[in-house]
């Protein structure tokens, strides 16, 4: 499986969800019994990311998911583990699109992705053109800001009022949606540890066979999540 | 140098739905055939099995089910004045790609067009006059009727395995069926799938309220199914995980599921992928073509595959891609109105009504593409168009499917889409809401059509198609009609919240957002060589040897999935192929 397109390393993969491999022999339901708490993300070995651009994506997507509440945030999740997956594979380098020129990244967005750089460039231009912004803004570097702060900049962000040069506007868009699709995604991409996010809102994940359920209405479907590796949860 | 391979009597360019039918159809004739598919082949194991097929991000989100950018794609303009941007990274709409097509990943909603849809023009004109036309509009008449289409309608129901409840048994209305439907020779092959509690309440409401609830018709087996052609399908589980998908059971229909092991037992077909045909090629005195050319992936060569007779079956953007590239049928110029490649694209028109009850349960996860109860009841054979002000009509449907969470999350509108109250609204509504969607008609226009870009190439160098797509006011109109009827009934039904997502007025087209892969016209069957690229027989009006099949032939699109028509039509033209050209082979009309 890991060496499909798409997938991440093997090396990435098993740093990233040991916790999870060491569940999926455990017949214990996620209800009964908190999930292990997830290694340390600061000692992950990134397969795309600098340590700084690294440190920003745990802080940015803390902020976009907190832990705060109930349900898991994106560090628990492991979100980030799963972007940097995502970006040093065929998505980051936007394999499946087609990139050829000329472009012309100030066209009207309805007419879409018109940027000459692959998700994993923009990341990589983006995150400092966003700090800079941060230490103009208020002396500091995006994860040196207090939550608040932290909030207010991504807001700036994503409204556009951050000053990013058209190449990069899209940045906003698909470090959110790539946020989502860590925390909701099967955790053999990395994200979504323990399948806590799958428990969270109630989806059963890979279970996939409910020809007896369609028919009991308004009845919540009681079993939790499955994934695709058969870890249980 | 390309490689010439020997001369085979049929050669089809695409083995999709329609490749797949013509395949099979024609080589019960004895003909020798090969098919060539530009992606790989694939079949429901190793491909589509479980648990490697339930996974949201491969096949949902990275698309890996479909045509990539990168191998074709098109550019994209809301008009003339417009410089035409490439469609770079895949969102409004999904071609397929590799063996079975679009025929895979399909929700398996199959339906029937209206008779009154077949004759719109001469249905419009004797009831309301040609006055209420609007000017742009290319409203026609399929060249085909109803009646005369009936017997491929009931072919393709059949060997596809359609579950479903028939309204209208030879003009006599049958309870529980859609009263509004033309008439069918006998009921669907299955009954219908059973009904998820979203499809129920929806059902209700609208019985309350004097409309006509029935279960929605779906290429989703509610039954064991042996076809025609000896194909088994197995009964449904209500997996959730149809659009985008390949079926891990046996239970949509598809040419996997319903035609391909069967025609590749036929020792007189043969098919080869990763063989993307390049271009048509052209007798001297340009009345036949004379095979293909297509790229072999394998030698990385060109390749020269004569045949006697072109079956162009790939997906309608794809097929007129080719016709233009290779000449068949004059291009489209929208400002002459002159030409026939490329003309009469046209789309289709939705919008939906979310509804959340906070103490409701509608587990999401299951269901089916074709799920739900529907109705008919502002179908186009049932509008006023003279009171309302517009053409057209849609059909409605309520029921569970995908509920993936990546994609599928609907939330009451002001809830953040990030932070903590983000994370609390995902628990609060998830399994929480249902939605009734309107599937609505969309007309053809002189302004909506398909070219040749000047800039952009392939990765063969092939300039790539233009496409130039606006919403119209007609469309926009009907669909605003759709949303006050709609949220009329949603109010009956006292949810929590409810919220709704129709174009309106002013609305520009945006190719970022799914909307659907309902591509229809631009090879545009028609009576006369002025009006459509293809005759009635789908047989290319100036090479009478080329037969060019799937939604590209439709003169505008109906309310429905397309499905049911491009399965009718490809019988059709199978049929016309086997019992006029074959043995004499000419222009049949």
């Given amino acids: ?233 | 140098m390309a490689r010439q391979e020997k001369k085979k009597d049929v050669v089809i360019v695409g083995l999709g739905w329609t490749g797949s039918i013509l395949g099979m159809e024609l080589a019960q004739e004895g003909l020798d055939i090969v098919a060539l598919e530009r992606g790989h082949d694939q079949s429901t194991v190793p491909n589509f099995q479980y648990p490697q097929m339930i996974d949201e991000l491969r096949y949902g989100v990275r698309l890996k089910m479909m045509q990539r950018a990168s191998q074709m794609t098109v550019t994209v303009r809301r008009n003339e004045a417009e410089t035409a941007l490439p469609y770079r990274s895949f969102g409004s709409f999904l071609p397929g790609n590799g063996v079975g097509g679009a025929g895979t990943h399909w929700n398996g909603l199959n339906w029937r067009p209206q008779a009154e849809e077949m004759q719109l023009r001469s249905y419009v004109t004797e009831r309301w006059g040609a006055g209420i036309i609007p000017e742009d509009m290319l409203l026609a008449d399929y060249p085909v009727t109803y009646d005369e289409m009936e017997p491929f309608f009931d072919r393709f129901e059949r060997v596809a395995g359609i579950s479903g409840q028939a309204g209208n048994l030879k003009g006599q209305k049958i309870d529980g069926g859609n009263p509004f439907e033309g008439w069918r020779s006998r009921d669907y092959p299955m009954p219908p799938m059973p009904t998820t509690w979203d499809g129920q309440k929806f059902a209700d409401a609208a019985k309350a309220m004097g409309y006509h609830p029935f279960k929605a018709p779906g290429g989703i087996a509610s039954t064991g199914y042996v076809n025609e052609y000896g194909m088994q399908m197995g009964p449904c589980n209500l997996c959730g995980f149809c659009e985008r998908f390949g079926c891990y059971q046996y239970s949509k229909s598809s040419p996997q599921t319903t035609i391909l092991d069967a025609l590749k037992r036929m020792p007189n077909f043969s098919y080869r992928t990763e063989s993307e045909v390049l271009r048509v090629e052209m007798a001297p005195d340009g009345k036949t073509a004379t095979g293909v050319t297509y790229f072999d992936e394998k030698t990385q060569e060109e390749v020269f595959q004569p045949a006697d007779i072109v079956i162009l079956s790939s997906f309608q953007l794809n097929n007129v891609h080719l016709m233009l590239v290779s000449g068949i049928g004059q291009p489209y110029d929208a400002m002459t109105g002159e030409g026939v490649t490329g003309r009469s694209y046209a789309y289709q028109m939705t919008g939906g009504v979310t509804m959340f009850f906070k103490d409701e349960e509608f587990n999401p996860f299951i269901g089916t593409g074709a799920n739900g109860m529907s109705i008919d009841d502002f179908g186009v054979n049932q509008i006023d168009f003279g009171r309302e002000g517009f053409i057209g009509g849609a059909y409605w449907r309520s029921g569970t499917t995908n509920g993936q969470p990546i994609r599928s999350m609907p939330l009451p509108k002001g809830t953040p889409g990030w932070g903590a109250d983000w994370k609390k609204g995902i628990k609060e509504w998830y399994g929480h809401s249902m939605s009734i969607g309107s599937h609505g008609s969309h007309m053809a226009y002189r302004t909506n059509h398909l070219d040749l870009d000047p800039t952009y190439k392939d990765r063969h160098g092939r300039p790539l198609m233009r496409m130039t797509f606006n919403w119209n006011p007609n469309d926009l109109r009907m669909n605003q009609f759709m949303k006050g009827k709609m949220e009329e009934l949603a109010k009956t039904m006292g949810p929590d919240l409810m919220q709704s997502a129709f174009k309106g007025d002013g609305t520009q087209y945006d190719v970022r957002p799914y909307q659907t892969t309902h591509n229809t016209g631009g090879h545009a069957m028609s009576s006369n060589p002025r009006e459509g690229a293809v005759n009635r027989y789908s047989q290319a009006w100036d090479k009478h040897n080329v037969f060019v099949t799937g939604a590209g032939n439709f003169v505008q699109n109906t309310e429905y999935n397309p499905t049911g028509l491009v399965g009718g039509l490809a019988y059709h033209t199978a049929h016309a192929i086997r019992t006029q050209y074959l043995s004499n082979p000419r222009p049949l009309i």
């Fill in chain 1, 1 to 233: 499986m890991t060496d499909l397109p798409g997938y991440p390393s093997r090396r990435g993969f098993l740093k990233g969800s040991a916790a999870g491999v060491a569940l999926a022999g455990l017949a214990v339901s996620a209800k009964a019994q908190p999930v292990e708490p997830p290694a340390p993300l600061e000692d992950y070995d990134c397969q795309y990311f600098t340590p700084e651009e690294w440190a920003f994506v745990i802080a940015a997507t803390a902020r976009l998911i907190p832990s705060e509440g109930d349900g898991p945030g994106a560090i628990e999740a492991r979100v980030p583990v799963f972007i940097d997956g995502q970006l040093a594979g065929d998505f980051g380098r936007a394999d499946d699109w087609y990139m050829v020129g000329p472009h012309d990244p100030s066209a009207d967005p309805l007419l879409g992705w018109q940027s000459p750089l692959n998700p994993a460039q923009i990341y990589r231009q983006a995150i400092p053109a966003f700090n800079a912004w941060c230490e103009a803004q208020h002396g500091k570097a995006f994860i040196a800001l207090d939550d608040a702060q932290k909030d207010a900049a991504l807001t700036a962000l994503q409204e556009g009022d951050v000053g990013l040069q058209a190449e990069l506007r899209d940045f906003f868009t698909i470090l959110l949606a790539n946020t989502k699709e860590g925390y909701f995604a099967d955790p053999m991409y990395g994200g979504n540890h323990g399948m806590q996010a799958w428990t969270h809102i109630g989806f059963p994940g890979a279970r996939a066979s409910y020809r007896e359920w369609a028919t009991r209405h308004n009845i919540r479907y009681p079993l939790g999540p499955v994934s695709i590796k058969g870890e249980r949860a």
